[in-house]
T-cell receptor, first 111, second 116 residues
Framework: QKEVEQNSGPLSVPEGAIASLNCTYSDRGSQSFFWYRQYSGKSPELIMFIYSNGDKEDGRFTAQLNKASQYVSLLIRDSQPSDSATYLC???????????FGAGTRLAVHP | EPEVTQTPSHQVTQMGQEVILRCVPISNHLYFYWYRQILGQKVEFLVSFYNNEISEKSEIFDDQFSVERPDGSNFTLKIRSTKLEDSAMYFCASQPTFGQGQETQYFGPGTRLLVL
């Protein structure tokens, strides 16, 4: 069974701090990795994707991928209360393959 | 910005009834998916669809389920003889193409299905 694992949280950080979210995956054939944000009762909203080892930055967000360790992370700099949501990590084998989702990490940013 | 749309937003049905969930993917996208999320659980893959046929289906997607793209825009999920455990949020997603950087799946707002 191919799995994506995340710490369920909640992860609580003060406003302005860096939030660090982690994810591991079991399928070594995974090629692409995605971070989605999901507010309660809403659909997943893409934050960013990564497919190469190393870091990828987009605004306040940085995704990190280490394929040797089968590890993906998301850093959120200058966290805002509006960042409070569940963050879903997802992986697929590339192409037009299904996404395998983790259970999500709930982030709470407090003023 | 183009979006995936889904109708209805909410659907309440009696056990044993048939429901059809509708999706309009983003125009010019080629790959289409249905996922579901039972309350408090992971988002789970149901089926993928390309070139008017199913590409892959999960073990959840049994004979009770079917998908169709009846015209150039709509993509539907039919659930026959609904069961209580079909109660979930159903998400449609579409993807433009494949190739690194082009494989993002964009999700619709979902249909919340409640089977009584």
């Amino acid at each position: 069974q191919k799995e994506v694992e995340q710490n369920s949280g909640p992860l609580s950080v003060p406003e302005g701090a860096i939030a660090s979210l982690n994810c591991t995956y079991s399928d070594r054939g995974s090629q692409s990795f995605f971070w989605y944000r999901q507010y309660s009762g809403k659909s997943p909203e893409l934050i960013m994707f990564i497919y190469s080892n190393g870091d990828k930055e987009d605004g306040r967000f940085t995704a990190q991928l280490n394929k040797a360790s089968q590890y993906v992370s998301l850093l959120i700099r200058d966290s805002q209360p509006s960042d409070s949501a569940t963050y879903l990590c997802a992986a697929n084998r590339g192409g037009y393959n299904k996404l395998i989702f983790g259970a999500g990490t709930r982030l709470a940013v407090h003023p | 910005e183009p979006e995936v749309t889904q109708t209805p937003s909410h659907q309440v049905t009696q056990m044993g009834q048939e429901v059809i969930l509708r999706c309009v993917p983003i125009s010019n996208h080629l790959y289409f998916y249905w996922y579901r999320q039972i309350l408090g659980q992971k988002v789970e893959f149901l089926v993928s669809f390309y070139n008017n046929e199913i590409s892959e289906k999960s073990e959840i997607f049994d004979d009770q389920f079917s998908v169709e793209r009846p015209d150039g825009s709509n993509f539907t999920l039919k659930i026959r003889s609904t069961k209580l455990e079909d109660s979930a949020m159903y998400f449609c997603a579409s993807q433009p193409t494949f190739g690194q950087g082009q494989e993002t799946q964009y999700f619709g707002p979902g249909t919340r299905l409640l089977v009584l």
